[in-house]
Structure formats: C-alpha cells, structure tokens
C-alpha cells in the first residue's frame, strides 16, 4: 500500500524559510498529483498547493511545493514565517485504490 | 468559486445511520466530483472515498467500504455520504471537498465540516 510520512512537527523563527517534507513508500511519489493542506488549530483544512506546485488564488507566493522522484519525496516550503502560519500541514496523493493523506506535520512559528 | 456548504451536526446513537449533504454555495461548478475525508478527535485526516456529481461514479476507500454510502442530486448538485452501524469511534469531523469530476485525488476546496457524535 502507498504510505506518505511526514515529521511530526517542525518549528522555525519568523521571517525565516522552513521545508515541510512528505516521503513516499509502496509506490512511486510522482506517478500521481501531490497536495498540501493547511489546518490551523480548531479550523478547517485548507489547500495551500495542489498538482504538486499550484497555489490557489489567495495563497501567497510565499508558499511553494516541489516533487523529488529521486528521493520518492514531496516538499512545502514557507518563506517569510509569519506567526499565522502556525498550523497543522497534511500531504496527500493517491493510488489506484485510495487517496492517502500524510500524519501530518505540525508547525510552530516560535 | 467552488466553496462547499455542509449540513448540520449530528448527534447519533451506536448502530444509527448518519446522511451528510455537501453542496457548492454557487452555480459556477459543473464538472466536479466530491471526496469525504473525516478526522477523530485530535487525530489526522482520512480518506473515505469519492463521488462524480458529473456521472455518478463512486471509489470507496477500503477501511469503510462495507458501512459508506455516496450518493448524488444532479439537479441541485448536491452530494451526501450515508455512514451506517455507527460506532464510538466513528466520532468525528466529516469534510467535503471539491475533487476531480472524473477521478479522485485532488481537493481544491472544503466544506466547512459536520461533527457527527456518536453516543448513548
């Protein structure tokens, strides 16, 4: 079965960068898209990069996503760390019998 | 464009049956397809499958593919997920998102959750 791992949490000052990664096991990280999700504490999800490098409108281009085949590993970078980007980050992708989410990473801006 | 609307919370008792709508707060969606995601309390988000509100195609994710049902009203292109024999640890937050009308896999917007308890 396609497993993706995430550290379970990372922490960074403000105004710094930070790489969130997402490692892939069973199966191959770039057959299919990579997702990044936001969830703040108590909120809800949000998709901050989808297809493995698009934001959404409204994202700032402060947040980026790339996909490593080499290293089977998905990555989020946050530049500029605000104190509102403190939150839970979820990867997810999917195979040909389910969509897989990563544990989750939880980020403090600190 | 594409925001998600859910119903209300439920409150269920075990072995009850609990019918969750997910419909979009606009008429601009047309080609789209919805996935369930559900989250416990304090753990990480799940997967549950995927409904076509193009074609009616469904994927069930296999942890509850036996108790999960996904169904559609093409004309108000609303979705709902039916999750039968309800147990305490079916506690949780249920979440729509906007997917693929095609095929699942990637969720451009949420719903804003429906908490579904379950307890005597």
């Known amino acids: 079965n396609f497993r993706l791992t995430q550290p379970h949490s990372v922490s960074e000052s403000p105004g710094k960068a930070v790489t969130i990664s997402c490692t892939g096991s069973?199966?191959?990280?770039?057959?299919?898209?990579v997702q990044w999700y936001q969830q703040r504490p108590g909120g809800v999800p949000t998709t901050v990069i989808y297809e493995d490098d698009q934001r959404p409108s409204g994202v700032p281009d402060r947040f980026s996503g790339s996909v490593d085949s080499s290293s089977n590993s998905a990555s989020l970078t946050i530049s500029g760390l605000k104190t509102e980007d403190e939150a839970d980050y979820y990867c997810?992708?999917?195979?040909?019998?389910?969509?897989?989410f990563g544990g989750g990473t939880r980020l403090s801006v600190l | 464009q594409g925001h998600l609307v859910q119903s209300g919370g439920e409150v269920k008792e075990p072995g009850a049956s609990v019918k969750i709508s997910c419909r979009p707060s606009d008429d601009t969606l047309r080609n789209f397809g919805i996935s369930w995601v559900r989250q416990a309390p304090g753990q990480g988000l799940e997967w549950m499958g995927w409904i076509s509100v193009y074609n009616g195609n469904t994927k069930y994710g296999q942890k509850m593919q036996d108790r999960v049902t996904f169904t559609t009203d093409t004309s108000t292109r609303t979705a709902y997920m039916e999750l039968r024999s309800l147990r305490s640890d079916d506690t949780a937050v249920y979440y729509c998102?906007?997917?693929?009308?095609?095929?699942?896999?990637?969720?451009?917007?949420w719903g804003q959750g429906t908490l579904v308890t379950v307890s005597s």
């Open positions: 997810q992708s999917y195979d040909i019998d389910n969509g897989v």
């Open positions: 998102a906007r997917d693929r009308g095609y095929t699942y896999g990637v969720f451009y917007n």
């Open positions: 069973g199966g191959s990280i770039a057959r299919n898209y």
